[in-house]
């Protein structure tokens, strides 16, 4: 088969959504990798799972790519994760905390693990995008769980994609972050208060001088670096630097 497959966590809504949409618009499929599924497709399969629960994720996996290495490209796409609750360390709530880094971190490694162990001799374009976020390259007060997150997860791309280097097995590994978006997450940020997080005014006027990008213009942005690969080298992008 020659059709490309997009492989897509958190598909349902924000910046994921905006990806399916993309993906199928070019004719593409798409498998959403989601609790609940709103887009409607022939292209479009819907894939169940609560990434968050870590034991069943773990006994899924290895089945779930098991129908993908008939298609001429495949390209995973490890968008869904939280920011989790906003506030400082000491004043946010335990259990959030092994929640957000489930989502945000373990999830993403496990599907790239299970995909580099599954493409390994898979012979066509294979490629694995992280969703990063300039969050995880500073401190920002109140973000702590979600500034580390994506630490971890620019770091394991980065050591991913050396691995792939070293071993000449043709995986490109890229993780790429969307700038301000128009999403749920937006929603939150700005709902929040000065005390928790002391750049919320900021956000708050950024949504009022319309400066937010929407799903679909940031999804274009994506692929303009996945149909250019070959352009950027580095392992660490950011859609602006377009």
């Avoid at 506030?87 to 709530?93: M, Q, R, T, V």
């Avoid at 993403?108 to 976020?133: A, G, H, T």
Wanted: charge should be negative; proline fraction near 2%.
């Amino acid at each position: 088969m020659t059709k490309s497959l997009f492989i897509i966590t958190g598909a349902s809504k924000g910046i994921g959504r905006g990806l399916a949409e993309k993906a199928l618009k070019t004719g593409a499929e798409v498998w959403g990798v989601n609790r609940t599924h709103s887009i409607e497709h022939e292209n479009y399969k819907a894939l169940t799972y609560d990434l968050a629960d870590i034991p069943n994720l773990k006994k899924a996996l290895p089945q779930l790519f098991a129908e993908a290495r008939s298609y001429g490209k495949v390209v995973l796409i490890n968008n869904a994760g939280t920011l989790g609750d906003i506030g400082h360390l000491g004043a946010i709530e335990n259990d959030s905390i092994p929640h957000l880094f489930d989502l945000n971190v373990s999830a993403p490694l496990l599907f790239m693990n299970q995909f580099l162990k599954d493409f390994k001799e898979f012979k066509r374009e294979k490629v694995i995008i992280n969703i990063s976020s300039g969050a995880g390259k500073k401190a920002v007060d109140g973000w702590s769980g979600y500034c580390a997150s994506k630490a971890a997860l620019d770091m394991a791309s980065q050591v991913a994609a050396k691995e792939a280097e070293m071993d000449g097995n043709g995986f490109i590994i890229k993780a790429i972050a969307p700038g301000v978006v128009d999403t749920e997450m937006q929603t939150q940020i700005r709902s929040t208060d000065e005390k928790s997080f002391s750049g919320v005014e900021k956000f708050k006027n950024l949504k009022a001088e319309n400066q937010l990008s929407s799903e679909a213009e940031v999804a274009e942005k994506y692929f303009h670096f996945i149909d250019n690969l070959e352009q950027y080298p580095d392992v660490i992008l950011d859609v602006r630097g377009i």
